[in-house]
């Protein structure tokens, strides 16, 4: 079952908000409800909501998160290790964890969690998968969150974040096909093969130990 999405940008920044759809079933998942919870629900309108999934614990993600919640009651989930950081910083309560490997179902589909820690301890991305256990995106694409855009990784608070960030990258979204549509959290989206080539230079490249925050390939 090949999973419908659709992107929304919410808030002054803006960021992206989507919605995967099931086109059987109707069925939808709301991805980093960030703002403008109006205009969410507007666009979800009579469907049935199935889960809130967070892609990472940052205030532009998660700013309409309670409002969407009170409107659809659907339960919310995020990783483990961005979990804490909801509750303390924002007091949000997470229903579910977003573990690695974890499959969410959709209607008659499903998404994948892959964890990709380095723009936060939690960050993950969202594929769409047509069978059961598979590891690589089946539909041509994936829900990045901040984990990486076009012409870089998500902003790292730390030399050590930005060398997770790298590894992670290099063992989850860059093993992928390289036309896997990859779509971020602020922005247009990009495609794995449009980056691969600048990310392995940068991987290869003498970089600054210090070197983290807003980074780009080049």
């Not at 049935?48 to 967070?54: A, N």
């Not at 977003?98 to 969202?126: A, F, K, N, W, Y």
């Not at 076009?150 to 930005?162: D, F, Y």
Request: charged share 15%; hydrophobic share 40%.
């Amino acid at each position: 079952m090949t999973l419908d999405v659709h992107r929304l940008e919410v808030g002054p920044w803006p960021m992206n908000c989507y919605l995967v759809r099931c086109p059987v079933t109707g069925q939808v998942a709301v991805i980093d409800p960030g703002a403008d919870p109006e205009a969410i629900v507007a666009a979800v309108d009579s469907a049935p909501v199935c889960c809130i999934l967070v892609t990472h614990a940052h205030p532009d993600h998660v700013g309409a998160l309670e409002a969407v919640r009170g409107f659809t009651q659907a339960p919310v989930g995020i990783h483990p290790e961005d979990a804490s950081t909801l509750d303390s910083d924002f007091g949000l309560r997470v229903d579910f964890p977003l573990l690695d490997g974890m499959e969410i179902e959709v209607g008659q589909g499903r998404l994948r969690v892959v964890h990709v820690p380095g723009h936060t301890p939690g960050s993950i991305c969202l594929l769409p998968n047509r069978t059961r256990g598979g590891r690589k995106p089946s539909a041509g694409w994936a829900l990045v969150g901040d984990a990486v855009f076009p012409g870089g990784p998500g902003h790292t608070a730390s030399p050590a974040a930005l060398q997770q960030s790298l590894t992670s990258l290099a063992e989850t979204v860059f093993t992928w096909p390289d036309g896997t549509r990859l779509l971020p959290g602020h922005g247009t989206g990009t495609t794995v093969g449009a980056e691969r080539a600048a990310f392995d230079a940068f991987l290869n490249a003498d970089l600054p130990p210090d070197l983290h925050g807003d980074v780009t390939w080049s």
